[in-house]
Structure formats: C-alpha cells, structure tokens
C-alpha cells in the first residue's frame, strides 16, 4: 500500500498547503534531509481548536489537533519533494503543547502524532521526539509540530 492510500485508509486526506503565519517557508531541503517548519491544527484556513491543554481542551482533543498539524506537514513535504513515497524515514518529530499550569501529559499528545506516523510509514516512521510544554502558540494554538524527514 502506498503511503497516499494508508492515508486515505485512514479517513485522512492532504490538505492544500496552509499559508505561513509568519516570516518563513515550509519547507527547506538540504541534501537528503527535508525541515518541515512549524505546523498548527489548520483545516480549510482555520484553527481548529484553540487554548491551552489541561485548561481549554483535553488531552484527546489536543492529540486530535496534533494530527491535523502532522497531516499538514506531510502535505508540506509532499509539496516540497513532489511525492511521499520518497520519505525513506522520519527523523525527528518536535511538539510543542500550549500547556496549562500543572499539565504535565505533553508526552499524550505527542503520541497520537508518533503513532499516526508509525501507522503510514511502518518501521521507516519511527523517530526521534521533542514533546514540550509552553506557555503560548502562535494565534493561540494548543499544538506546533516540526519535523525532518529524510528522503531518496
């Protein structure tokens, strides 16, 4: 199965490259490594959830947005090396998790995007992990993911 299709067998599906909020690209590839840059919980244009996790929202709707960023990465990487089959690992995933004093469960979040990745790209998904709390997102976003995947 093709990573498109496990996508799709997933019920997911590549949105069209959000815009960056700020003074910076995507995507940025150097040899064989491509830098995804931040990526926020944005379906059609909009923030999908906003506020600080163990205040605002809980720990399954944070990870439900930290899939939603991690989809818009791949569609990042898509868009910068054309296909995403020619992903041969990830190999770094950092979460950042807008957190509420005392909300210590970063490592919950991050999980669902470990997970989702491990899913589509089998043993080549495994990675190294950054999973932090913060005290502010941009546009008040309760997750910020950024990656390096490595490709052919």
């Known amino acids: 199965m093709t990573v498109e299709q496990k996508l799709t067998s997933l019920s997911l599906e590549l949105p069209q490259l959000p815009a960056p909020v700020g003074a910076y690209v995507p995507t940025v590839r150097t040899g064989n490594l491509v830098f995804v840059s931040g990526q926020i919980p944005i379906r059609d244009g909009k923030l999908v959830s906003q506020g600080k996790v163990g205040a605002d929202l809980t720990i399954d709707q944070a990870a439900q947005a930290a899939q939603i960023a991690c989809v818009n990465a791949l569609a990042a ?35 669902a995007a470990s997970e989702l990745l491990q899913n589509i790209f089998g043993p080549a998904g495994r990675h190294a992990r950054l999973a932090v709390g913060v005290a502010e997102l941009p546009l008040n976003a309760p997750v910020e993911l950024a990656f390096i995947f490595e490709v052919a």
């Open 77 to 111: 990487a898509k868009a910068e090396i054309g296909s995403l089959e020619n992903i041969t690992q990830v190999v770094r995933v950092e979460v950042y998790v807008s957190s509420a004093p005392g909300f210590t469960d970063q490592v919950k979040v991050a999980n």
